[in-house]
């Protein structure tokens, strides 16, 4: 059974169709990497996982699970499934990195505060921010605010994390702390869904490479056999490019 699924799924914005009959199968434990050019259809998937699309034909499944995105309470079940890391850091600028950290399962899930502080506390701990806690975002490099947002996201205590670009808005000389950190994540067994443009990241960590197109599944496979022998012309294409750059 697959963790999460998208079988032939279609969604749009207004008139402007985004996705157009997606379906690819994430396992539990897998860490399935989106790639493609801009405008493909890469966010809007987590978008439609996250609840904030309805599609408009197809099905989702998680844990073989159909959502019924039209029934406010099963949507919200599978919202608690997914925790989401954006490339915009988001933080609280007048909280320090713990209490960002803490927040949302002490007022949205009514966890008690000082369970919750001390699982923030080691959270922040394991992605290299032990020494943090009382930091305020302007007191910390963009690397370390992405970090504490990713500790944020794992406070959830999600099923599946969402990625979606969580490097492009660093510096490059921070890119490397921040792939570090999602690496032991993924040496944890962490379900991950990655949204990349860091190619060479994207091929040494995935166990599937999905590569999109005009808002669809142009082709999925395991990352060597995209990027060394693609078999569809567009992937091919695509690959090329990045390739030489």
């Known amino acids: 059974m697959r963790h999460v699924e998208l079988a032939d799924v279609t969604a749009a914005y207004g008139r402007t169709r985004v996705l157009d009959g997606v379906s690819f199968g994430v396992d539990r434990g897998q860490i399935v990497s989106l790639i493609g050019p801009s405008g493909s259809g890469k966010s809007t998937i987590l978008r439609v996982l996250t ?50 950290v803490s927040i949302a399962p002490i007022k949205v899930g009514g966890r008690p505060r000082r369970e919750v502080e001390a699982e923030g506390a080691a959270l922040l701990a394991r992605v290299g921010l032990g020494g943090k806690l009382k930091a305020y975002p ?88 995209i990027f060394d022998a693609p078999q569809e012309r567009r992937t091919r294409d695509f690959v090329s490019k990045i390739l030489r750059h």
Not at 54 to 74: C, I, L, T, Y
Not at 163 to 179: G, I, K, N, R, Y
């Open 51 to 100: 609840g904030l699309l309805k599609p408009q034909a197809g099905q989702v499944r998680v844990g073989g699970e159909p959502v019924d995105f039209a029934d406010r309470r099963r949507l919200r079940a599978m919202r608690a499934r997914f925790a989401v890391v954006f490339q915009q850091f988001n933080l609280f600028q007048n909280m320090t990195a713990l209490d960002n």
């Open 138 to 225: 302007d007191e910390l490099s963009g690397g370390q605010q992405q970090r504490v947002a990713i500790a944020r996201a794992l406070a959830l205590r999600p099923e599946v994390l969402l990625l979606d670009e969580v490097t492009a808005s660093l510096d490059p000389e921070l890119v490397s702390e921040v792939l570090d950190t999602i690496r032991d994540l993924a040496a944890e067994g962490m379900t991950m869904l990655i949204v990349s443009h860091e190619m060479g990241f994207v091929r040494e960590l995935s166990s599937k490479v999905v590569f999109m197109a005009d808002g669809r599944v142009v082709e999925d496979g395991p990352p060597a056999r």
